[in-house]
């Protein structure tokens, strides 16, 4: 695994859910080496903030040189972050950690709260092209929280919400054994879970690295 410090240019900036920025930057050797799971080191540069902030890689495309970044507004260096416009560079270093493991034939199930959801367009795209049946569960306290369902292309998506406004009312937890009654192996890290022998992509580290940092 190949590890850089590069600088990378802002191409596109959004809000798609409440609470949430989307990045989209370009820099074609770091979406070509990223595999789903993994995150970058963002540098900022808002006063008083030394460390870099982690986030995962939302998604990101070889073809164009784009790598996707999703992340919550909860602090001066993420404010930060969500104040760069086109054009802007970014200081990345990674891709860091360790990759999901994808390859396999059984339905997979990916289970996501909140802001937990961020590494998920990846994922869910990595193991629809490995031809497997991706089941995508996703929570949040209310509509406007949740990541639109056309960000999973491929996937059968099944939300719900703390308060009702869309899908099941009540947690996403729930929708697992109204969905996928038990046995569970618990195979899964960090929250994830096996439907058979395929293990749901889902673990803090993913959480962490989306929705923590500062």
Sequence with gaps: MSIAVAPAVVVERSVPMAGAVELVVYHPPSAAAVVPGQFFQLAVGAPHTLLRRPYSAAWSDPKSGRLRFI????GAGSAWLSARDEGAELDLLGPLGR???LDGERPAVCIAGGLGVAVFPGVVQALVARGRTVTMLQGARMATQLLPASRFPGADVRMATDDGSRGHHGSVVDLISSHFPPPFTGEG?????????????????????AGFAR
């Design 71 to 74: 992340f919550n507004v909860v």
């Design 99 to 101: 990759g999901f493991e």
């Design 189 to 209: 890290r960090g929250g994830g879970i096996a439907l058979g022998s395929a293990i749901a992509p889902a673990r803090a580290e993913a959480a962490a690295t």
